[in-house]
């Protein structure tokens, strides 16, 4: 089992920033790709970014350029730096892990974006 504590979230006016965390415990071993998807009321969940164990990120269209997503894994911990807030980044952040048999949620931080 891995479990993943996500922090970070909280109030910001549009063009502002915020960097989200993601905490991973457990058996982390064989964690291949850690993300960050997000979720608005009444909307599917949505990708945002991910990064693999060597380095590679990869971010979905709306967020390239403002968002950037990293890893400590020292500390295992998988970060998200977003600039350039708009309200309608405005959702719950959840952090995922990838395992060869197993995905894994955390419980999300939440990211309100006023205009």
């Known amino acids: 089992q891995v479990q993943l504590v996500e922090s970070g979230g909280g109030l910001v006016q549009s063009g502002g920033s915020l960097r989200l965390s993601c905490a991973a415990s457990?058996?982390?071993?064989?964690?291949?790709?850690l993300g960050w998807y997000r979720q608005a009321p009444g909307k599917e969940r949505e990708y945002v970014a991910a990064?693999?164990?060597?380095?590679?990120?990869n971010y979905a269209d709306p967020v390239k350029g403002r968002f950037t997503i990293s890893r400590d894994n020292a500390k295992n911990t998988v970060y998200l730096q977003m600039n350039s807030l708009k309200p309608e980044d405005t959702a719950v952040y959840l952090c995922?892990?990838?395992?060869?048999?197993?995905?894994?949620w955390g419980r999300g931080t939440q990211v309100t974006v006023s205009s």
């Open positions: 995922n892990a990838h395992q060869p048999r197993d995905t894994y």
């Open positions: 457990g058996n982390i071993f064989g964690i291949y790709s």
């Open positions: 990064i693999t164990a060597s380095g590679t990120t």
